[in-house]
């Protein structure tokens, strides 16, 4: 198996522009979580799915963020309109629940707010 | 979750066991503990969990005291490959959020 895949590996794009994040999760496994990552924060968990529902999204910073799955092999991250204070790298991790629960990410999406 | 306290930063020598203590004072008695890494520009990578008794696999070792308010990693022969960040985290079995603290950045040095 490839592992997660993630979509770009790098995003540059303008203040109030729509952004869209993608992710392949390892096949079989129907755990999803989308993670941000900066320097003040460190990693900060945004939402998780579950069989392609989202159970907690407690994590979304604020409206502008949204995140679909409509099906086992592929969920979006979206952003729009996006900000400066965006700017992140934003994982995708993927796992087995109920099975053990080591948690598999992909390489990330560096995204630059301009 | 309970909260974890690790030091900042350590330096290790190349080929020398590291050893990465975490602090889980408040942990409960169905919390494990779990340890991930995350090498530079790289997603964090799990590396070992356990609830009581100490467990082993092959990339590191994790030593849990009898009261379970602390435990240890302990990469046995550290490489320069090991410099990374590493994450301890408290989680009950079965949760799914994985909430990590800032970690640690373990340094091997040539």
């Given amino acids: ?114 | 979750d309970a909260k974890t306290t690790q030091p900042t930063s350590m330096d290790c020598a190349e080929g020398r066991a590291a050893n990465l203590p975490c602090n889980h004072s408040t942990i409960s008695g169905n919390e494990y503990v779990y340890w991930y890494r995350q090498i530079h520009s790289q997603g964090p990578q799990y590396i070992i969990h356990g609830l009581k008794n100490n467990e082993t696999n092959e990339m590191a070792s994790l030593i849990i005291t009898e009261d379970r308010k602390s435990s240890t990693l302990i990469l046995p022969h550290a490489t320069l490959r090991d410099t990374a960040v590493y994450y301890c985290i408290v989680r009950v079995q079965g949760a799914q959020k994985l909430v990590f603290g800032q970690g640690t950045r373990l340094t091997i040095n040539p």
Avoid at chain 1, 51 to 60: T, Y
Wanted: aromatic share 10%; charged share 20%; glycine share 8%.
């Fill in chain 1, 1 to 114: 198996d490839a592992g997660v895949i993630q979509s770009p590996r790098h995003e540059v794009t303008e203040m109030g522009q729509e952004v869209t994040l993608r992710c392949k999760p390892i096949s079989g496994h129907n755990s999803l979580f989308w993670y941000r990552q900066t320097m003040m924060r460190g990693l900060e968990l945004l939402i998780y799915f579950n069989n392609n529902v989202p159970i907690d999204d407690s994590g979304m910073p604020e409206d502008r963020f949204s995140a679909k799955m409509p099906n086992a092999s592929f969920s979006t991250l979206k952003i729009q309109p996006s900000e400066p204070r965006d700017s992140a790298v934003y994982f995708c991790a993927s796992s087995l629940r109920g099975i053990g629960t080591e948690a598999f990410f992909g390489q990330g999406t560096r995204l630059t707010v301009v």
